[in-house]
């Protein structure tokens, strides 16, 4: 299963005129692949998460996740594709401050019809894949920076995703935080078969990444394999 979005282009008004966001992109994540994408503020970047999680409709284009075409569909079937095979890591964890570690996993899936046993063992499995399930019981203020964020990529795989999409993971964390994150979102992606998109002002950790593609003005500029 994989992200694919083919000849997108994004506009939004500007005075009298429109401002490019994004302009005739192209881009294919595999499954079990990491792609990072990089950039300046600015540069696209976050509106390209944006398409691709279904939350935007582009002016032109298409977005194909885990092999359905997002363009026919209405609000409420995209909301229902983005809970069945999206999974979205805001920039800011966003924790709940009363619920503990494995309550911010549960909630995540409550519409999806398992048993409460059942959600609750996958609760446990990802935690301890993140390497938190001796904090499965905290909140968050008793969790450090880096441990939110690992709290957060456990809640947005909680459904199983297909697509994984990253905003600035690391952005509020120091160099060795920042880079064990990177670490285990690589580990996630390989070991699960995610599709997964990274966004990132910072080239710092990016070479944990299997392809980097750079936006700028909205086009893509380059594309490497690291």
Do not use: W
């Amino acid at each position: 299963m994989s992200l694919r979005l083919e000849d997108v282009t994004l506009t939004y008004p500007d005075g009298e005129g429109r401002l490019t966001a994004l302009d005739a992109v192209s881009l294919e994540v595999p499954a079990g692949g990491l792609t990072a994408v990089v950039g300046p503020s600015g540069s696209g970047k976050s509106s390209l998460l944006a398409v691709a999680a279904t939350l935007v409709t582009p002016d032109r284009g298409r977005v194909v996740v885990a092999g359905t075409d997002t363009a026919p569909l209405g609000p409420a079937e995209k909301a229902v594709l983005r809970r069945e095979k999206i999974g979205i890591v805001f920039q800011q964890p966003n924790l709940l401050p009363s619920l503990t570690a494995l309550e911010q996993l549960q909630v995540m899936a409550h519409l999806s019809g398992r048993s409460p046993r059942a959600v609750r063992d996958r609760a446990r499995d990802l935690l301890d894949a993140v390497g938190l399930a001796e904090q499965a019981h905290r909140r968050p203020h008793q969790l450090s920076g880096g441990q939110r964020q690992r709290v957060n990529i456990a809640r947005a795989l909680m459904n199983d995703p297909c697509v994984l999409l990253v905003d600035e993971p690391t952005s509020a964390l120091d160099h060795e935080r920042g880079a064990a994150v990177m670490d285990l979102l690589a580990t996630l992606t390989a070991q699960r078969g995610t599709a997964t998109v990274l966004v990132t002002h910072d080239r710092t950790h990016v070479g944990r990444a299997g392809r980097v593609v750079s936006v700028r003005d909205g086009r893509l500029t380059q594309a490497a394999t690291v």
